[in-house]
């Protein structure tokens, strides 16, 4: 299976999918949207993973690459191709397909639980367990035919699917052990960590991730095998 991933920022790339990735054999091509890399023709690949950023869906005069990256996602997705996408490519799903993405009152940012309804990505997953959280926009409204799949007190559309195959996740399992660090660095994540916690946060919440790292890893691989399972299936018949 081929990926093609949509980045729109270095930082933020597929971390621990890349294990699984590595273990089933399949191969990603990734563009860094926000440096100016240009979308390749799509018919060479089998699934779209579109990863997270520090900008917003509607930051289209400030980013005019996100017109066409929604308008691929939206096509792609249409067509019943695989697709998942994490905090923003969540948000760029929902909006892609007629949605609403806004801004929350108060980010979330830290570690968090989400309640998960019974669908085949969360096979072999607890219905509540803990995640990382570093967002401050949100799906406010899923487009029609979405189906809601998480929740959590503070985010209502933490999970959503579309169809057999697309899926969008608002929270974080793709973490390495270095993602914290990274994403700290970033003066938009760590605004919107201060905003929530206060100075000097960023410390404290390395130590929570790392506290629950094992669980963090084993869940996403967990969760990114499940999403292998649905993108062999759904690609099944186009091989036949």
Known sequence: MKFLVFQHVASEHPGSFRDVMKARGCVMH??????????????????????????DVWET????????????????????????????????LAKALGGEVGL??????????????????????PALWPCLQWHGAEVQRLPEGAVRLATSPACVNQA????????????????????????????????????????GALEALAAEVDADFTGLYDAAQTIFGNFLDIAARALAPAAT
């Open 104 to 125: 929350m009152q108060t980010p979330e940012v830290g570690m968090s639980k989400v309640e998960i309804q019974p669908d085949p990505i969360f096979k072999n997953l």
């Open 30 to 55: 990734a563009v860094e949207l926000d440096e100016g890399e240009a979308i390749p023709p799509m018919e060479g690949f089998d699934a779209l993973l579109v990863m997270g950023g520090p900008m």
């Open 160 to 199: 959503q699917r579309w169809g057999d195959c697309a899926y969008g996740l608002q929270f974080h399992m793709e973490l390495t052990p270095t993602t914290t660090a990274e994403w700290g660095s970033l003066p938009e994540y760590r605004k919107a960590l201060e905003r929530v916690r206060g100075p």
């Open 61 to 92: 005069d400030k980013h005019p690459w996100l017109l066409e990256e929604m308008a691929v996602i939206r096509d792609w997705v249409k067509a019943g191709r695989p697709y998942l996408g994490m905090c923003l490519g969540h948000q760029l």
